[in-house]
């Protein structure tokens, strides 16, 4: 972990008596971000050693995290300022806080660096702005709640650019237009997806048909997802024991 400060220049504010510098540097890496933030204030030398933006490669808002402040749109933007041009991951896995909207606009600030998102599965996002986030951050992994039609599902479930690096852990999905077809090509792409998807809940997907209640099954087996809803589906009584492999 000191490693990455070896080649830092300690200018002579920033001496903290007899404690070594790594030693300090240390401790304020292992404080909370909204603690850390706070540490700037205690003196000229902390807030010297605390500008160094290496300090801020890591934004953790989880509920591991220890940030005890309330998780706003001001507490975000400051501390992704501090690491300006080196923030690597950011991760918003929490209850509360800043919506879809402030997040896109904290990419296309920051993401030129940014390599991995990780944000809550209670916010959701829609097509536009999953897309638009990953295109503010085209070399990052983000893990993301999508809600959108069924159309729109398929190039994030496809992961075609620019959303190459999608990971939807929580889907819904609906407005098929009672469009057979529409079901098809969603149980088509969502192999695509094998193994990221830990939730998927269908909406008034016209199943009536067996055929295509059993294909849109399989697309679903073949995604590894296991907790699956169907919602005002009326599906296809043929099927429901296929659906025996999932928690629906």
């Not at 490693?3 to 240390?26: H, K, M, R």
């Not at 501390?79 to 918003?92: C, I, K, N, Q, Y």
């Not at 997040?103 to 638009?132: I, K």
Request: glycine share 6%; net charge negative.
């Amino acid at each position: 972990m000191l490693s990455q400060f070896g080649a830092l220049t300690v200018a002579p504010e920033t001496q903290f008596g007899e404690l070594p510098w790594d030693f300090v540097a240390l401790v304020l890496l292992r404080l909370p971000v909204d603690a850390r933030l706070r540490a700037r204030e205690v003196s000229r030398g902390w807030r010297a050693l605390l500008n160094e933006p290496r300090f801020w490669l890591v934004l953790d808002f989880s509920p591991e995290s220890g940030v005890t402040a309330r998780f706003t749109r001001a507490l975000l933007f400051a501390a992704g300022e501090r690491g300006r041009g080196h923030l690597h991951t950011l991760d918003v896995n929490c209850s509360w806080g800043p919506g879809p909207e402030d997040l896109v606009e904290f990419a296309a600030a920051h993401g030129q660096s940014l390599r991995f998102v990780t944000v809550s599965e209670l916010l959701m996002f829609n097509a536009d702005e999953m897309t638009s986030l990953c295109r503010s951050a085209p070399l990052c992994t983000l893990r993301c709640y999508v809600g959108c039609n069924a159309a729109e599902a398929l190039p994030l479930l496809r992961c075609e650019a620019p959303c190459a690096l999608l990971h939807v852990v929580k889907l819904w999905v609906f407005r098929f237009d009672n469009n057979e077809q529409a079901v098809l090509d969603l149980a088509a792409a969502l192999p695509y997806h094998s193994g990221k998807i830990k939730e998927l809940t269908v909406y008034e997907a016209p199943l009536r048909n067996g055929a295509v209640a059993d294909a849109l099954v399989r697309g679903i087996a073949e995604a590894g997802v296991s907790d699956v809803s169907f919602l005002e589906c009326r599906l296809a009584s043929a099927s429901l024991p296929g659906l025996s492999r999932f928690k629906v």
